[in-house]
Structure formats: C-alpha cells, structure tokens
C-alpha cells in the first residue's frame, strides 16, 4: 500500500510524458534535419509526420496500458503477446542503447549548451565529464524517492514549457522585422541537401534533390524529429507509481504528445521567421542559417537575433534546464522499468529491490553506471542514431502486439480502446517501418551494429534462464 501523496497524479504523468519528450532535440535537430531537406515545406512536414507518429504511438499504447496497468509498460505488453525471450531482448536493449543512450545523449546536449557560456566544454573531454556528473547527480536525486524525483519534474518541465512558448512568442512577433519567413516559403518545397566538400574547409553546395530522393532524405532527417519525440512512452514503466493508472496513462499520453507535438511545429515556425533555412559557415548568425547554426544550437541563434549576446546566454540557459528536466524524467521512469525484468529473474536480481526510500535504487545505479560510460563513448549525433533505430524495431513489435492480444484475448478487460483501429496502429508501424528501412539503407552501419545489440540479448537470454544443477 503506498502512503498518501507518493502517487504520482494525472498531471504528473501528463508532466513526465511532455517532459521526457522535451529535452535537447526540438534545440539541436533542426540544423541537421536542414542540410538534409533544405527546405521550409519539407522541414515542417519531417516535424508533422513525427508528430503524426507519436500521437499514434500515445494512442496505441493508451489501449495496452488500460489493459496491464503495471510497471515495466512496454517490457509487459510484449511479454504479453509474445513471450519472455522478446521482452528480454527488448529489454536488453533499452538497458544497453535505448534508455541509457537517450539519457548519454541528452546530458551531452547539456555539455554542448553549457559550452555557450564556457567554450571549451561542447563535446570535449571536460563536456563528457559534465555529462557524466549531471546523470550522477540526478540519479542520486531520484534514488532519495519519488516525491524528490517528482517535485524536479514538475519544476523543470514547466520551465522549458515557458521558454518555449517565450521562443515561439518572441519569434512569431518579430518576425514582422524579417523576411526570412517568406523568403523561405518562396520555394517551400524544392528540397536540396547540403554536400560538405574538404572535411573541416566549411566549403560545400547545395545539391537539388526530388522524387525518391527527398523520401530517402525524408527518412533520414527525421532521425532527429523522431528523437526530440521520443520517451513519450515512458510513463508506463511506472504505472504502480500512478494513480488510477488505467484512466490516467492513457489520458496523459495522448495529452502529453499532443501538447509537445503542437509545441515543436510553433518552434519550427519561430526559427523559419527569424533565421534563413539556407546558411552556411559563415561568420553572422544571418548567414549561419537554420541550417548551419553555429554547433548546430539554433534555438540560441534564433534567441541572439533577437536579443543579441544576451539572448544567447538567456536561451542556452534554458536549454540547459531543459534538457536537466528530460534527464529526470528518463531517470526517474528507467529503474522501474529494470525492477519489472528483475522481478522476472531477467535483470540483475538486486534491481528487484528497494531502498529504504521506497525506489528501485540499485537499479537507478546500474543504470547511472551504463549511460556514464555511454556519455564517454560518442558524440551526440552517434548516440541519436542508435537509439532510434532500435527503437524502431520495438514499437513495431509492441503495435503487433496489439493486434495479437486482440485476437488471441478478446475478452479481456479493455477500459479504453485505441479509437481508429486498426487504421491508427497500422499507421503508426508503417512510420516506424519507413524510417528503419531508410536508415538501414543509408546508414547502414549505424543500423547493423543497432541489430547487433538486439541480437546478443538472445544469447543473453539463455544464459540467464539456463538450468542450474543442483
């Protein structure tokens, strides 16, 4: 039995889902995602479709969460349909790349933002040990209890939330002062990709694109829109931590996605009216562009032109509270997602228990331990990549589930149901799909070693659940 006011209500949650959506991505993204589709049109539409995909994504799960209101969420549902060895791979893999690695990459964009007002920080050695100290001390921080790890979320979440709606406000009102927002709808829709010629020259053209071109790039681009999006589902690691949970996780995801989703496309347009989409590195933000924002920080760049250094420095700051609220909310949803595997027998067997704060806290360490060393090994751009791909994979495989439990459990209790099926589900696979081929095709690398990863936990899986003899 919890003890009065240590569950987490239907704002908290709707906080943890907007929250842990909310972090570096909607700040860094938009640069690279440019170089790619160099357009306006185009740009909006890779944040629309990710928008699309989420909601879809809040939607789908809203119905399986209703069903099995219990922690662990996602781990759950695919056991649930399809057995322990798929949970276990997929829970394999949120430890060793998905959750981990959004943790490692969003405290890197901490670094980089931090590097605003100490340059020598970014990605540099002594930006990883910043990294590294943040995820530390936010792990200590959610392993004194839920109440901690809650109060943090709440403060920091609606501290982005308003130096969003600030961008977007101050953005959308002067960009009456400008012409970029026209000069970049003239030819909204005439995609060409940035092609860099000597590695560190800063020299390169814009090369027009089209047809199954701009698919492709399309797919690749939004790598980083999907990204910014991402964590949505991580309240339900948690569901015995909320209150009401077959009502509220569904209420909070839709709510939580919708709300980020409107968000980021109101950025995007803030950034079309004060920067021009084309740049490259050049000296002036002008000339910088969207697209060659300096260290690709282009909600800074839109910030100095409006208010100078000084907007510069006020809007990192931001940034960087931003981005400490995302890492909490990822934090804080994580180790209860290894105490559900742990309580199976297929985590570590400590994860399973609780400190005397009432938190998984040997979890929260393991965890803490893994990101660090994440944080140590790449750069923010590697670690984005990895993650969504194999992120992918699993929100096909949970979707599946849904059509499966359908059919091989159609009497069980659903207290709400996913409105448009089968239509919503199947459009929120075929996004997932899309974008998993794309980047299969043309970073193939990066997709490899991502179904590497996936395909040790099955091995791993053997070993843990082998016989012992007596």
């Not at 842990?20 to 700040?27: A, E, L, V, W």
């Not at 100290?133 to 792990?139: A, E, I």
């Not at 130096?163 to 060409?192: C, H, R, V």
């Not at 949505?232 to 077959?246: K, L, S």
């Amino acid at each position: 039995m919890s003890r009065p006011g240590t569950k987490l209500s239907a704002l908290d949650a709707t906080l943890l889902v907007s929250g842990s959506m909310i972090g570096s991505g909607i700040f860094i993204v938009s640069a690279d995602m440019s170089r790619t589709l160099g357009s306006a049109g185009w740009l909006m539409l890779a944040w629309a479709v990710a928008g699309l995909f989420t909601l879809c994504g809040a939607l789908t799960y809203g119905e399986l969460a209703a069903m099995m209101p219990t922690a662990g969420g996602q781990y759950r549902y695919i056991q649930r349909a399809f057995g322990k060895l798929t949970a276990f791979t997929y829970g394999w893999t949120v430890f060793t790349v998905i959750q981990t690695g959004v943790i490692a990459a969003v405290a890197m964009a901490f670094a980089r933002y931090l590097g605003v007002f100490i340059p020598s920080l970014g990605e540099s050695y002594a930006g990883k040990a910043v990294a590294v100290s943040l995820v530390v001390f936010l792990t200590w921080m959610n392993s004194r209890g839920v109440q901690e790890g809650k109060w943090i979320q709440r403060i920091f979440t609606s501290a982005k939330l308003i130096a969003l709606f600030g961008l977007i406000a101050f953005g959308l009102y002067y960009a009456t002062q400008f012409q970029f927002l026209a000069e970049n709808w003239k030819n909204a829709w005439q995609a060409s990709t940035w092609l860099s010629g000597t590695e560190g020259s800063g020299i390169g053209h814009w090369q027009p694109i089209g047809g199954w071109g701009i698919a492709t790039a399309m797919g690749v681009a939004m790598v980083g829109s999907l990204f910014s999006s991402d964590a949505w589902n991580n309240v339900t690691f948690i569901a015995g931590e909320i209150d009401n949970p077959r009502k509220n996780i569904p209420r909070s995801l839709v709510a939580g996605t919708l709300t980020v989703t409107v968000i980021y496309l109101l950025a995007n347009v803030a950034y079309l009216s004060l920067l021009p989409l084309r740049g490259a590195l050049l000296p002036s933000i002008e000339q910088q562009g969207i697209s060659h924002a300096l260290n690709n920080r282009v909600g800074a760049a839109a910030a100095s032109v409006i208010m100078g250094n000084k907007g510069q420095l006020l809007m990192a700051g931001l940034i960087m509270i931003s981005t400490f609220g995302c890492i909490n909310g990822i934090v804080l949803a994580g180790a209860r997602f290894y105490k559900a595997m742990a309580d199976d027998g297929l985590f570590f067997n400590r994860a399973a228990s609780l400190n005397k704060h009432q938190v998984p806290g040997y979890a929260l360490w393991i965890q803490c331990a893994w990101a660090c060393l994440l944080c140590l090994s790449g750069s923010y751009e590697q670690l984005l990549d990895y993650c969504i791909f194999v992120a992918l994979i699993f929100y096909v495989i949970t979707a599946l589930g849904l059509f499966r439990l359908r059919k091989t459990e159609p009497d069980t209790e659903r207290p709400y149901k996913v409105w448009g099926y089968p239509v919503i589900p199947a459009i929120f696979m075929g996004i997932a799909l899309f974008v998993a081929a794309d980047l299969l095709v043309f970073k193939t690398m990066t997709a490899l070693i991502g179904l590497g990863i996936v395909a040790c936990g099955i091995p791993v899986y053997y070993l843990i659940t082998r016989p012992t003899k007596a």
